[in-house]
């Protein structure tokens, strides 16, 4: 008999785990950018944000698909992990290479002159990163989250020092610049504090060789991902102004925050979980259904009343200066809704090693978001927008169908399981949408309809019992 926890029990702490580390980060979040988008101006997230596309791109292409390799195989040898450590360390100094040499064109491509000095020091962030790596892909598959939690807090705890130093002393957009890199330089060192794993001096040519089919499927669609995730910025920012990229970047910003406080707490467990029922498709429907309809009843909702309060919402906490960004806002809120189906139809394949099925999946749905561009782009911001949520909701479909085929999960069983959250959702959503017509102070607005809002979800999955709330009472009985 072993001392370890059993897979179930980890996948619980870890989530809880993650939720705490997510509500830490969201505490330090709300105060970075409650000062930094006062002193700060929408040009300056906007000259930052035109590079990250390329600084994404660059720790995509070091990873190269192999950190998803190393926690999908149940055995590994140091000198496996090693050869992929000794990789990965190259690929980020050659990109940093090659990335500081484009400056000059990157910065002609927006007509932003600064650029060339603002690119050549974030990307420095991509060999620091490169260090960690495996550090954090271990902790990942050992689903160490506890450890995760204190290297995300403290990483942005003292990089957000950094940048609220800075901007208060009138560095302006290097505020923002040495903010990103200190973040990565003491999640560097913390991952390596909390990671007992060291390289050795080996170099396993074999394993590479039999990874490099099922990571180079995955580069492949990591690669697409990060083009297709921040094309936006990058159209935007050719085709408009550096202040249109910064109202973006602020409404995709706060969307993602809200992402993050729900997804994240399970995204580093799912993959590592899925994977451990790999041999078993019952127990790995079974674990898919509770956990994404979990996921579904508490996302959907939020996402839907989010739209609703957006206007109160970033005229508490960012000011008037940044309203231009709440039309954008909700547009993205609607368009991600339902991310969480994508997300975990995503780890499944990954889990089942369907990396070929994961690439083609993925190659459809950008194809789907390329048209919809094509189809939009030479109107507003806007519409281009509203072209990108039409498109999520395409693409939702297409991945419930190929995953369900996977796991013999139907798409009539699956909008089924979806109905009551839809039910609640309206029902939520219609009493919040009545407390935005209070004629109050906004921040007073605001509070009310977050109380109320979330007294009224709570009460209805209580009175109809539904799913979420079975699992939350069976949770807590446990525990």
């Not at 506890?146 to 800075?166: A, D, H, Q, R």
């Not at 994404?292 to 200066?321: A, E, N, R, W």
């Not at 309203?323 to 990954?350: R, T, W």
Request: glycine share 6%.
């Amino acid at each position: 008999m072993t001392n370890q926890p059993p897979i179930k029990t980890k996948f619980v702490n870890g989530i809880l785990w993650g939720i705490i580390e997510k509500f830490a980060s969201l505490f330090t979040g709300f105060i970075i950018t409650l000062v930094l988008a006062r002193i700060l101006t929408p040009a300056d997230y906007g000259l930052v944000n035109m590079i990250y596309i390329f600084t994404v791109l660059g720790t995509v292409l070091l990873d190269g698909g192999f950190g998803q390799a190393i926690i999908q195989r149940k055995s590994l040898t140091d000198g496996d992990i090693s050869s992929v450590f000794y990789i990965n360390l190259a690929m980020s100094l050659i990109i940093y290479i090659v990335l500081y040499n484009c400056a000059h064109f990157i910065a002609d491509f927006y007509s932003q002159p600064s650029l060339v000095e603002i690119s050549r020091v974030v990307f420095i962030t991509i060999p620091i990163n490169a260090l960690s790596v495996i550090q954090h892909t271990l902790l990942t598959k050992e689903l160490k989250v506890k450890e995760l939690t204190y290297v995300s807090i403290l990483s942005s705890l003292i990089s957000g020092s950094v940048g609220i130093f800075l901007a208060y002393n009138h560095y302006g957009v290097w505020a923002l610049v040495f903010q990103s890199v200190s973040y990565q330089f003491v999640r560097s060192i913390a991952l390596w504090r909390f990671s007992a794993w060291r390289p050795i001096l080996q170099f396993n040519i074999t394993f590479i060789k039999d990874i490099w089919g099922f990571s180079m499927n995955l580069l492949g669609v990591f690669t697409l991902a990060s083009i297709f995730q921040n094309i936006y910025t990058l159209m935007i920012g050719r085709l408009y102004n550096v202040n249109e990229v910064g109202y973006y970047n602020q409404a995709f910003r706060v969307q993602s925050v809200a992402v993050a406080a729900i997804m994240s707490s399970v995204q580093r467990v799912t993959f590592p979980t899925f994977s451990k029922f790999q041999d078993n498709l019952d127990e790995l429907r079974n674990v898919y259904k509770r956990v994404t309809i979990i996921m579904m009843s508490i996302y959907f909702p939020l996402m839907l009343c989010l739209v609703i309060i957006g206007k109160d919402l970033f005229h508490v906490l960012l000011t008037d200066k940044w309203l231009p960004s709440v039309p954008m806002f909700c547009i993205l809120c609607v368009a991600e809704s339902l991310f969480p189906l994508n997300n975990m139809n995503s780890a499944i394949l990954k889990a089942v090693g369907k990396g070929r099925e994961y690439f083609i999946l993925n190659i459809v749905n950008y194809i789907v978001l390329s048209i919809s561009i094509l189809l939009t782009f030479k109107f507003s911001i806007i519409i281009l927008l509203v072209g990108y949520a039409v498109s999520a909701f395409v693409r939702s479909l297409i991945s419930m169908i190929v995953c369900g085929r996977v796991i013999n999960y139907s798409l009539i069983n699956q909008v089924a399981d979806l109905l009551p959250i839809i039910f609640i959702t309206s029902i939520t959503c219609g009493v919040v949408y009545a407390t935005t017509l209070l004629s109050i102070q906004p921040i007073l607005r605001l509070i009310i309809s977050v109380l109320v809002g979330t007294t009224v979800f709570i009460g209805i999955n209580v009175v109809v019992k539904s799913k979420l709330y079975n699992e939350m009472l069976s949770l807590i009985k446990k525990r």
